[in-house]
C-alpha cells in the first residue's frame, strides 16, 4: 500500500545492525525489525541517514530493504534514495518500490541555496523518479545545510502531487509546523503528513503544534510512540512526564557525529543489536562516554521500567 | 585584576536589556548585574554574541561595560571584542582593559577553514591587542562554522602566553575537553580555565570530564552554578537531579535564533529585565511560544521553588 | 548630490593606501584619488571589501571619507558601510552622507541563506541607516556567500525605494543581467543602475548585457573605462581588443586572497601608490609573484602604452 | 600499466556525451576519445565532476570506462571514484582497476573542515580500496568547500603510499605548488605528479612553477598541450602567446555552473559531440549565450587556426 498523507504515528529510523567484521547482521536485522513491529512503530524509514546508507553497497541496500519488508508485514516502509546523481536515485527508487516499499524519503543536496534551486531540484527528482512514487521531504538545515522556508515547502508540496509527507527537522522547528498547518487552513497548501526528526528533541511540543508523530531513531522509541498516543488522548501532561524521563539520555543520543554510536550502544544494551559496531566512517565511544551513557540509563530506569536491568 | 587560567565557576553571558523602543535600559542593566552578584556568580561575560554586541554603538559598549564594571565589584567581567577587523578589536580591547576589564573574548571570523588559518588569525589578533591582555578563545563551531581541533587549541595556547581560558562550545564536546585536560598531564599543553557554553545543555558531564565551570547564560544561572558546586563536593546525583529539572526549559532556551528571546523572556517574568525587547534583527516569540514556555516554567516549579510564582 | 538610478561608467572601488608601518598614507590617498578623476572615472566607491575597510578604526573611516569628498570635486563617491550590525551600520552611513557621500554600499552578512531572510535584512537595514539615504546592493556570492535570485533582487528593489544601484558580482553572472534587464522591460521592476565588479572579468559582454559600467577596482582602471566608452558608442571589436589585451594580468589580479596584493603592487608600479602595504591580515607576494606580475606588465606594454615604462 | 609519479602532460578530463534524449551517444563517445588520442594526449580522466559522473548509472559508468580504455590503446585512463560512501568507492574502485585503469581520483565530501578530518578521510579511502590502486588527490575548494594546506597534502602523501598524483585546482593555487616542489626538494616529501586544473585559467604560470601538466577539459585541449610542450622546450614566450589568444573563451568556459555547456557547445562545434546535451541538472545556455560564444570562437580563430571555420 503506498504511503499517503494520512500516515500517522511513529516511523523509527532504523539503524543497520553491522558485525564488528563489519558485514550486514542479518540476525540483528531480523530481530530488529520484529521489535519495531511488536512496540507498535506505525512504520519504519530504513536506509535514511543515520542507517549508514551511504556505506551500504547498492546489493546491500536493496537486500535490506527486501528483509525489512518481508518481516514487518504490513507496515509501510520508507526508503531513503538520496544520491548524488538522479540516475541512482531513480534507479534505487523504481526498485523498492518494486520490492514493496510505501515511498521514498528525498533530502536536498547541500549545495543548493535559493528557494528556486531547492523547489527545481525536487521538480527534477520527480521527474527522475516518476510522479507514481510518493515521497517525503526530508528538511534537515543542521545536517543538510539546505534551508527551506514554510513557503518552499508549500511550492514542493503544491507543484508535486506525490509529495505525501514533510520529515521535518528543522531547528527551531515549532513555528514552522504551525506555520504549515495554517497554510492547509487558510486554503494555500494541500494536508500532508508531518513526522518529526531531530532525534525527538522537541516531541513534546511538536505533537501539539499539528504533528502527526515522530521519524526518528532515538534508542527507545517506545517512547515517541508514548508521546505520541498521550497527546492524541489528550493527557499533555503525562505525555511531558514520560518525555522529561527520557530527555538526558535523548540528549545525549542527538549529538552530532557521536549520536548514532549511542544509539547502537544502547540498542546493543537492550539486547536488540548483537553489536554497535558501524562501518567506517565511524563515530566511536570512548570508555568516559559509556560510563555516562550507563549512568544514564541507570537514572532512566527509575523512571521507566524498559531501561530497567539494562546495565 | 587580570584573568588568569585559575578562573573557576560560573561566568553567566549577560544579556543586554533594551527597553521595547530600542535604548539600552540602564535600570535593568543594574538590576541584572546585581542579580548576577548576588546569586554567587564567579565573574561575567559581557558583549558576547547573546549579549548583541554588532547592535551596539561603540560607545553604548563601553558605557555598557564601564557600568557593569562598577556595579559588579570585584567579579572579574571579560568583554567581547570579536570584529571584523584587527583595529576595531584593538580599539575595544584596549578601552576595556582601561576601564578595567579582567580579559577580553575572540571568537575566529567564519571564513577560517584549516589549522594554520586558525593559529595564525589568534597570532594576529594578539598582536594587535597587545600581549599583555589576558584572552578566552570561542570554540563555537556550531555558530561559528569555524572547527578547531583540540591540537589547534593546544597551538594556540602554547604560541600565546596571554591565552588563558577556553570558552568551550563545541558540539559534541565532551572528548574534547577529556582530551585538553589529557594534553596537559601529558605536559605538552599548559594548564588552561576551560568554561563550557552551548547553553549549559551538557554542563552536567562537562564538569564530570574536567571543565572548571560554565560560561553561559541560561536564564537560571543558579542552576548552573549549583551543578558546579554539587560536582565540586561529589555531590553528583545531586547535580544531575537539578540539572535534569531544568532541562526541558534549557533545552527550550538552547534553539538557535530562538533562545535568546526565550532567555530575556524568562528574566522578565523572573522580575530581572523590564522587557523582554531586542534590537534588530530580533527573535521573536509566538504566542504558542510563549505559552510553551510558561508551561516549562510551571512544571519547573515543582521541582525548584526558584522558578514558582512566576506565572 | 545624492546617487540615482541613472549612475553610468566606471566607479573605481579605491583601494586604501597604508605606508609600510600601517599608518593611511594621506599622500598617496592624495594621488590615488587625483588619478581617478584626472582618468575620467564617473564617481568612487570608498570602504568597500578591496578597501581594507574592516582594518580601519571608525575614525580613521571617516576622515577618508572626508578626504576623498574634498578631494575628487563633483564626483559621487559610495562608501561602503557593511557592518555586522545595524547600530554601526547607521552611524557609518548617517556621518559619510553628512560629509556628502553620494549614497552608501551594503552587503548582506554571509549567515543569510533563504529569499525572505535577504529579503528581510535589506529592509532592516533600510529601517536602520533612514529611508533618504540611497544604497547600492552588494551581491556578491563567490565571497559573501549569499545567493541572491534575480527574483529577490526584484523584491528588495520594489519593497525599497532609496535603491538605486546594483553591484554586480554574481559569477556566472551575464544571465541575471539579462534577467534584471527583463524585469524592467515587462514593467515588473523599476530601473535601477547596474555597474559590474568580480575584477572586471567579464565586463566585455556585461555591459552588451545591458550593463551601466564597472565599479571595480582594477589596476588600470582606464581599460575599464575605454570598454565602457567604446561599447556606449558601438565599437564593440575594439572594447574586446582593449579588454583582452589586459585580460592576462586581470586574471593575475582578479585571484582571491592575493587579488588586492597585486592591485596595490602594480599601483606602486604605476606611482600612484607608495607601497604596496596592506594591513593585517594582508595576502602578499613572493618573490616569484612579483616576477609573473613584472612579466605580465611587460607584455602588456606591447599592447597598451600606458603599461610601457613600469619595469 | 598502473600510474605512477612519473605522469606528465596533459591528461584531459573527458565530457560524457549525451543525445538530446540523455543516452549516452556512444558514436561521440569513441570520436571524443580518439580525437584525445590523435591531438597527443598524455592519459585522460573519465568520470570527473565535469564527466557527469553522479548522473550515470553505475552500469553506464562501468561501461563508459571499458570503451574508454578500448579506445585509446595504451595511454593511461584515471577514473573518478568520488562517493558518498566507501562502499561504493571501493566497489567502483575494484571494477575499473579490473577493466584496464591506471588509477583513480577521489575528491573529499564537503563535510569535511579540519586537517586531521582530511588526513583522516584519505586514510579510509586507501583501507577502502585497497593499497595497490594508485590515487589522484582532488584539491578543488571553488567547488568541494575543503582547503588542504600544502602539510596537510605532504600528510596524505607521506601517509599513503599509493597516492601518486595531485590534480590540483586550489584558487589561487601558485603558491602552493612552489611550496609542494619545496617539499620535494628539502626531502619531507616524496616526488609526486602534479598536474592542473581550474579549467586551465593558470596554465600558463603553472608549469613555470613546477607542475607536470594539466588535467582539465578545456574545449581547446590542443592549446593544453601546446602550452606544457612549449615551456617545456623553454619557449616561454611562445607559449604565454598561445595561452593569450585563448583565454578570452577558456575564461569563458570556466563559469561555474555554465562551463560545461559551453564546453559541450563548442565540441559540437567542432564537430567532435553530436550534441551538447547534459543530463539534469544541467547548465544551459541562452542564445545570448551562443552568440557570445561564437563571437569569442570567431576571434580566436584569428589567432589560432585550428578555431577556424567552426562559426
Known amino acids: 500500500m503506498p504511503l499517503t498523507n494520512e500516515a500517522r504515528g511513529v516511523f523509527p529510523i532504523a539503524p543497520t545492525p553491522f558485525s564488528p567484521s563489519g558485514e550486514i547482521d542479518w540476525a540483528s536485522v531480523d530481530r530488529l525489525f520484529d521489535f519495531y513491529r511488536e512496540i507498535g512503530a506505525d512504520g519504519l524509514t530504513v536506509l535514511g541517514i543515520m542507517g549508514e546508507a551511504p556505506k551500504l553497497e547498492a546489493e546491500e541496500s536493496v537486500a535490506l530493504v527486501k528483509r525489512c519488508i518481508a518481516r514487518v508485514g504490513n507496515l ?3 526508503v531513503g534514495v538520496s544520491a548524488p546523481g538522479f540516475a541512482a536515485m531513480r534507479a534505487m527508487a523504481r526498485s523498492v518500490m518494486d ?3 510505501a515511498g521514498v524519503m528525498i533530502a536536498p543536496p547541500s549545495s543548493l541555496r535559493t528557494d528556486d534551486q531547492i523547489v527545481t531540484y525536487y521538480a527534477q527528482a520527480v521527474e ?9 521531504i526530508q528538511d534537515y538545515p543542521l545536517t543538510l545545510s539546505v534551508v527551506m522556508t514554510p513557503g518552499v515547502i508549500r511550492r514542493i508540496v503544491m507543484d508535486n502531487p506525490s509529495c505525501v509527507m514533510l520529515k521535518h527537522e528543522d531547528w527551531p522547528g515549532l513555528e514552522k509546523i504551525s506555520t504549515l498547518r495554517r497554510f492547509q487552513q487558510d486554503g494555500s497548501m494541500r494536508p500532508i503528513a508531518i513526522l518529526c526528526g531531530n532525534g525527538g528533541l522537541f516531541l513534546d511540543f511538536e505533537v501539539e503544534r499539528g504533528a502527526d508523530g515522530a521519524n526518528t531513531g532515538y534508542a527507545f522509541p517506545e517512547m515517541l510512540i508514548d508521546v505520541v498516543r498521550l ?7 503525562a505525555a511531558h512526564d514520560i518525555f522529561d524521563a527520557h530527555l538526558p539520555l535523548l540528549r545525549y543520543e542527538q549529538q552530532p557525529g557521536v549520536g548514532l554510536a549511542v544509539r547502537k550502544y544502547v540498542m546493543m544494551r537492550r539486547g536488540i543489536l548483537a553489536s554497535d559496531a558501524q562501518r567506517k566512517p565511524a563515530g566511536r565511544l570512548s570508555e568516559a562516554a559509556v560510563a555516562e551513557i550507563d549512568y544514564l540509563l541507570k537514572r532512566l530506569a527509575t523512571r521507566d521500567p524498559r531501561a530497567a536491568g539494562l546495565v
Open 231 to 237: 497527546q492524541a488522548r489528550g493527557e499533555r501532561d
Open 99 to 101: 520490492l514493496g516499499a
Open 128 to 136: 527522475a523518479i516518476g510522479t507514481d512514487i510518493p515521497f517525503v
Open 76 to 78: 509501510p516502509v520508507i
